[in-house]
């Protein structure tokens, strides 16, 4: 379904960030991350293009907006 599409995740709960792991796994993508703060959503950014993303909106550091 994904195509081996590269697909971010940020999400700084451990679980649910498995879960979204799996997730895009088990649909046919290729996952990049998970990050759990914008600064580590922006340093994955700066070695790979993705064709999506799936965005906490509130992550540790602080909010998804700048991503």
Known sequence: MLKSYP??????????????VLA?????GEVVGPAATVKQAFALL?????????????LADRDITPV
């Open 46 to 58: 700066e070695t790979r293009s993705v064709r999506g993303a799936i965005l906490d909106v509130n």
């Open 7 to 20: 697909i971010l995740i940020a999400e700084d709960e451990p679980i649910i960030a498995l879960d979204l």
């Open 24 to 28: 895009v796994e088990e649909a046919g």
